[in-house]
């Protein structure tokens, strides 16, 4: 339960109340992670949140994207170049990118969704052959909300990206409206096909609805939930989901393990 | 976990105490604080014992839901059931202070974990140990101040001679006679007070050794036989078969809401759990100096701010935290720990303020 002192190195301001900050250990290298892990990230006298690791630094260290929404968001948000953090972890499941080799892959974002997704996307990008066609979609609030707005048009030029806005302002061309209007639109092959979605749970839970109509199995489609964490460790209590600790068996799960667990509501 | 190698029903080595006082001297001699149950603001309690003549004989308690009264009857120094303490407090305090950080390097602060001997464990406590050891050390992530505090221990376990009114340990399979799990084992005997003992432990076994005692004979054993058949019968049980699957096909059953509209969502039943272990953790700053400081504090699923995401609680209805509460216990945990999570022991009948019993509700949820 002891952080590890890290040092933000950088710090990007991805929208008004979001920044990407790379933290780099004060001492030794960090440990691994997995697409899709997260860490407890800690602003020191003021807390501790589960963020998701977003990539790898090229100069080692994390990459970690924060929206501001509660005290320790805006502390760590607030962070400067050189301030100290803590990290613990990283913790829980992983996206199985080795599951999707071979088959057509579905991205769908959500919001700050497409941060856990970023590795899995820099994955697909780099390694295109391993994989069929490989479709992102990504829905925003408006067209100010949308994170890494520079790495999706890059992306574009490998994958086919769409994005989709619920309030369009007059800049915006693009397709307007609920995510599932994209998976209606793009081509798949249902059987052969993994999914890979993040984002608030409503546009999970609706997303994979439209994916299991079109024909991909529950068991190919994967989340990640998100709950109260305090530890991260499966000891704290909070994060459970009926027998899951969100922590420990998440937060990537597959549809099949939480489609009817995410029923129930007040679960 | 130790097991005790020869059960006093099996007519194995016993040894019986006049008194306790050589015992609780022992243990002081062997630098353990030895604590046990006092009578305190009209409650028994746990705290540090100077000597056995702390321990509050000739007092029994009264246990309904919602209720416990302690009343002066007979000559025990054991004859009250659980008491709002249980062994979590020893192995998994209320709070602890996990780090302190000044000019940015954390520093663990060690557990407090001086030797404690616990006089007057009962088996639905032993039981308890058992299911938090696999809480806190059987997963991926032991937790080493837990084993720490828990290596400290010293076990006396108590053989229940006076079932509460609120207990069902015998439902549960864990009680009321203590079969493993303990350093030393006493049965209290009356006609004369006496108390046969019995070690589950190489280290107990060398303490009884220590103390004045005479052999058992057969009368000894038999009257302990007789403390442990009369305990069993207890009032109240529960119905474990198919309880697990049974809570999941009730989650949307609107028994939920009726008993929400008792509960107060006070968190009592869950402070005095023995196994209850869900924590939070309180950050702060000392401003005097800038150290930040981070503890860990017991938490509760009742409170609204347990299930907190993005500002607004997942569980805001106190139906889905009492749901949430019931069905760990009875169903999830055994998911998650392969055990119940309820030993039977009462305190959250006994010390819910609106009386809700957790045996009448698991009956009505069938």
């Not at chain 1, 979001?18 to 250990?25: A, G, I, K, N, Y």
């Amino acid at each position: 339960m002891i952080p590890a002192p890290y040092r933000v190195r950088s710090r990007r301001p991805d929208r008004a109340d979001t920044v990407t900050l790379t933290l780099e250990p004060v001492e030794g290298t960090c440990p691994p992670f997995l697409p899709g892990q997260f860490t407890m990230l800690y602003a020191p006298g003021v807390g501790e949140i589960p963020i998701s690791v977003s990539g790898h630094a090229r100069s080692g260290g994390y990459v970690q994207t924060v929206r501001a929404v509660g005290p320790v968001s805006r502390a760590l948000c607030r962070a400067r170049r050189g301030d100290i953090v803590g990290v613990r972890g990283p913790f829980g499941t992983h996206w199985e990118l080795s599951r999707a080799r071979g088959m057509d892959v579905v991205v769908a974002a959500g919001g700050l969704g497409l941060a856990p997704l970023r590795p899995v996307i820099r994955e697909l990008v780099a390694h295109g052959a391993r994989y069929g066609r490989i479709s992102l979609i990504a829905g925003t609030r408006t067209p100010a909300t949308l994170i890494y707005p520079r790495e999706l048009a890059r992306w574009g030029r490998d994958l086919d990206v769409q994005v989709t806005v619920d309030h369009p302002d007059r800049t915006w061309t693009g397709p307007t409206g609920l995510i599932t209007k994209l998976v209606a639109r793009i081509v798949f092959d249902p059987g052969r096909t993994y999914a890979f979605v993040c984002g608030p749970e409503l546009m999970m839970r609706a997303t994979a609805g439209e994916l299991l109509r079109r024909g991909v199995p529950a068991g190919r489609i994967a989340l990640s939930l998100e709950r109260n964490m305090k530890c991260g460790i499966g000891r704290c209590g909070h994060c459970q989901l009926g027998p899951l600790f969100t922590c420990l068996d998440g937060p990537v799960l597959t549809y099949d393990r939480v489609a009817a667990l995410l029923e129930v509501r007040q679960l | 976990m130790r097991t005790c190698p020869h059960g006093v029903e099996d007519g194995g080595e016993a040894a019986v105490l006049d008194d306790l006082d050589p015992l609780v001297g022992a243990l002081r001699e062997r630098g353990f604080a030895v604590v046990g149950p006092v009578a305190r603001d009209g409650v028994i309690r746990f705290a540090e014992l100077g000597s056995a003549a702390d321990l509050p004989r000739g007092l029994a308690d009264e246990q309904a839901p919602g209720f416990y009264r302690l009343h002066e009857r007979g000559e025990l120094v054991f004859g009250f059931a659980a008491s709002p303490d249980a062994v979590k407090r020893y192995t998994h305090p209320p709070r602890s202070v996990l780090f302190r950080m000044r000019g940015g390097v954390p520093e663990k602060v060690p557990p407090r974990a001086g030797k404690v001997a616990l006089l007057g464990v009962r088996a639905c406590d032993l039981a308890a140990l058992a299911v938090q050891d696999r809480v806190f050390l059987g997963g991926r992530h032991p937790d080493e101040a837990y084993r720490e505090r828990r290596e400290a221990l010293f076990l006396i376990a108590v053989t229940c001679a006076a079932p509460g009114g609120t207990c069902f340990c015998a439902s549960m399979g864990t009680g009321p006679r203590p079969t493993s799990g303990f350093d030393v084992a006493l049965t209290e005997l009356t006609g004369p007070h006496r108390f046969l003992a019995e070690a589950g432990s190489e280290r107990g076994a060398e303490l009884l050794a220590a103390l004045p005692s005479r052999p058992a004979g057969d009368a000894d054993r038999a009257a302990a036989r007789e403390v442990g058949a009369a305990a069993a019968r207890m009032g109240r049980r529960v119905d474990l078969d198919g309880v697990r699957e049974r809570l999941i096909e009730r989650r949307e059953s609107p028994l939920w809401d009726e008993i929400a509209s008792r509960c107060l969502t006070c968190a009592a039943c869950t402070m005095v759990c023995p196994t209850c272990f869900c924590v939070t953790v309180e950050d702060g700053v000392d401003l005097a100096d800038g150290t930040a400081e981070r503890a860990e504090r017991w938490d509760s699923c009742f409170t609204l701010g347990f299930s907190e995401l993005g500002g607004a609680p997942l569980r805001s209805s106190g139906a889905a935290r009492y749901r949430q509460w019931l069905s760990h216990k009875f169903s999830t945990w055994v998911d998650q720990f392969g055990t119940y999570g309820c030993v039977g022991c009462g305190r959250c009948v006994t010390w819910c303020p609106a009386g809700i019993d957790i045996t009448e509700e698991l009956e009505r949820l069938r």
